[in-house]
């Protein structure tokens, strides 16, 4: 079974500046998706970024980007010019594709507290 | 305009009582789920249905009873409610491999 890691349970960045998540991941598939969520405090539950396994280029959206090391499985998350709205919790999480019987496998979270 | 709607937001109810949570999803999407995210925040897959087919159930209590009217729908029911059963519920649908989720229903069992 597939298993996630987040090994930050909390963090904190000054506004503006930068900041890395940590996401490891356990499983013997060779093609996968891996996926970025942002649970603000409104509870939402909001897709900031996803990374094809047989990609080799790091997915970026804006002032999110990944680092995705395949062999190593790793898949960390970058946000930029950190913003006080990216305050939140975010979950790393992993999907098998399986011809429509995909499940998200998450990790624990890291919530992410950006000062002002 | 909304995309994975849920109702209710809230649920407070007691122990023993049975409940529905209603999702829809106006995406045109297939497959539908349901997530359980327990007080310490972690998610986890509870059942999701494709074309209104069960295809996940992850030893969930037969207590609770996902119900697909048709592929925009999926309700779920739960029978006699446990203090346990305390969490937010959420709802996702997907085409292909990205899941969409609706805002959650925070249910409270006392």
């Known amino acids: ?116 | 305009d909304t995309a994975v709607s849920q109702t209710p937001k809230y649920l407070v109810t007691q122990m023993g009582n049975d409940k529905s949570i209603k999702c829809e999803q106006n995406l045109g999407h297939d497959t539908m789920y349901w997530y359980k995210q327990d007080s310490k925040k972690f998610l986890k897959i509870m059942f999701s249905y494709n074309n209104k087919e069960l295809i996940i159930n992850e030893t969930v209590p037969n207590r609770f009873s996902p119900k697909s009217p048709d592929k925009a729908h999926l309700n779920l029911h739960i029978n006699s409610l446990e203090l346990g059963d305390s969490a937010v519920y959420f709802c996702a649908s997907s085409v292909g491999e990205t899941q969409y989720f609706g805002p959650g229903t925070r249910l409270l069992v006392l």
């Open chain 1, 1 to 116: 079974a597939q298993t996630v890691t987040q090994s930050q349970p909390e963090m904190s960045v000054q506004e503006a500046e930068t900041v890395t998540l940590s996401c490891t991941y356990d499983t013997s598939e060779n093609n996968y998706y891996l996926f970025w969520y942002k649970q603000p405090p409104s509870r939402q539950m909001i897709l900031v970024i996803r990374q094809e396994a047989y990609k080799q280029q790091n997915a970026t959206e804006n002032r999110f980007s990944v680092n995705f090391q395949k062999a190593a499985k790793s898949f960390s998350l970058k946000i930029s010019d950190s913003q006080l709205g990216d305050t939140a919790m975010y979950f790393c999480a992993f999907m098998k594709p399986q011809g429509g019987s995909e499940k998200l496998v998450f990790g624990k979270g890291t919530k992410l507290t950006v000062n002002p």
